[in-house]
């Protein structure tokens, strides 16, 4: 005889906008740790080079927007050597594509998993995003050597990178969770990203300085673009380039607006996710 009584308990996404569920992602951080493990070993497995494509990626990069936007085009560079110059934006930039990308896709790369265990769906563009900083520490080494190779000294503003890193990832997830909620219904998304990604990189000042834009209107509808003030703010930070003054509070508000509106509209979209996939 069975006499004890049978308890189910019945998991229900949220039903409206105002719940978030934050603490929830909290208490998970250990499957969050986890998916970034993955992430980062995903991301290299069976290739020829490794991590070293942390270094190929952003230094092939460097030599050609150098070639061609340094010695061809003869762009200023702030005073700074242009390598320098170019490289200081590559490594927000290789962090904030590769965050956006990645945390696009994971949705859908995921499928498996979210479709067998109920867990908090947001760790997983969250891990994802999280995961390309191990890219960042590699590539950051490499700027270090870049230093001393021409005797460039960080100023003490370099203590502020944290500050503009957080905003890079803090769009990159905003755009990403928008991306990642789309792809699982329109695949489209998977397509369109490349060439997201490809305006985004030459609407931001990788390539060229931001105080090439002298209009006062022209810098501020420029600085809604929050790459605009981290990568300004990186090249202040790290060879003394001028500080990105006016640029970074619309930065600041675009990021956070991004980075809100994503989180709800992919807490509103999680429940269809495991019928769509």
């Given at each position: 005889?069975?006499?004890?009584?049978?308890?189910?308990?019945?998991?229900?996404?949220?039903?409206?906008?105002?719940?978030?569920?934050?603490?929830?992602?909290?208490?998970?951080?250990?499957?969050?740790?986890?998916?970034?493990?993955?992430?980062?070993?995903v991301r290299y497995k069976q290739t020829a080079f490794g991590i070293a494509w942390a270094?190929?990626?952003?230094?092939?990069?460097?030599?050609?927007?150098?070639?061609?936007?340094?010695?061809?085009?003869?762009?200023?560079?702030?005073?700074?050597?242009?390598?320098?110059?170019?490289?200081?934006?590559?490594?927000?930039?290789?962090?904030?594509?590769?965050?956006?990308?990645?945390?696009?896709?994971?949705?859908?790369?995921?499928?498996?998993?979210?479709?067998?265990?109920?867990?908090?769906?947001?760790?997983v563009p969250l891990a994802a995003s999280l995961a390309t900083l191990a890219d960042f520490?590699?590539?950051?080494?490499?700027?270090?050597?870049?230093?001393?190779?021409?005797?460039?000294?960080?100023?003490?503003?370099?203590?502020?990178?944290?500050?503009?890193?957080?905003?890079?990832?803090?769009?990159?997830?905003?755009?990403?969770?928008?991306?990642?909620?789309?792809?699982?219904?329109?695949?489209?998304?998977?397509?369109?990203?490349?060439?997201?990604?490809?305006?985004?990189?030459?609407?931001?000042?990788?390539?060229?300085?931001?105080?090439?834009?002298?209009?006062?209107?022209?810098r501020a509808i420029y600085a809604l673009n929050p790459m605009t003030g981290v990568i300004?703010?990186?090249?202040?930070?790290?060879?003394?380039?001028?500080?990105?003054?006016?640029?970074?509070?619309?930065?600041?508000?675009?990021?956070?607006?991004?980075?809100?509106?994503?989180?709800?509209?992919?807490?509103?979209?999680?429940?269809?996710?495991?019928?769509?996939?």
């Amino acid at each position: 005889m069975i006499d004890a009584a049978l308890q189910v308990t019945r998991v229900e996404p949220p039903s409206g906008w105002a719940e978030l569920r934050l603490r929830e992602v909290a208490e998970h951080r250990e499957l969050a740790a986890f998916l970034i493990w993955r992430d980062i070993k995903v991301r290299y497995k069976q290739t020829a080079f490794g991590i070293a494509w942390a270094v190929i990626q952003p230094v092939s990069s460097m030599i050609l927007f150098t070639v061609v936007f340094g010695r061809l085009a003869q762009l200023p560079s702030e005073g700074a050597p242009y390598p320098l110059f170019t490289f200081a934006a590559l490594l927000p930039w290789q962090v904030f594509s590769a965050s956006l990308v990645g945390s696009a896709n994971s949705v859908v790369g995921s499928a498996g998993l979210l479709t067998k265990v109920y867990f908090p769906r947001l760790i997983v563009p969250l891990a994802a995003s999280l995961a390309t900083l191990a890219d960042f520490l590699v590539s950051f080494v490499v700027l270090i050597g870049l230093l001393a190779w021409y005797r460039v000294a960080p100023t003490p503003a370099i203590l502020a990178l944290p500050l503009f890193l957080a905003i890079a990832l803090a769009t990159s997830l905003g755009a990403g969770l928008w991306f990642a909620a789309l792809n699982v219904k329109y695949r489209d998304v998977q397509y369109v990203l490349p060439f997201v990604t490809q305006l985004w990189l030459f609407a931001s000042p990788v390539a060229y300085s931001a105080t090439l834009i002298h209009s006062p209107l022209g810098r501020a509808i420029y600085a809604l673009n929050p790459m605009t003030g981290v990568i300004q703010g990186f090249r202040w930070a790290l060879l003394g380039a001028p500080a990105p003054g006016l640029l970074l509070a619309p930065s600041l508000l675009v990021a956070a607006a991004l980075l809100v509106s994503g989180l709800f509209f992919f807490k509103r979209m999680e429940d269809t996710f495991a019928d769509v996939i």
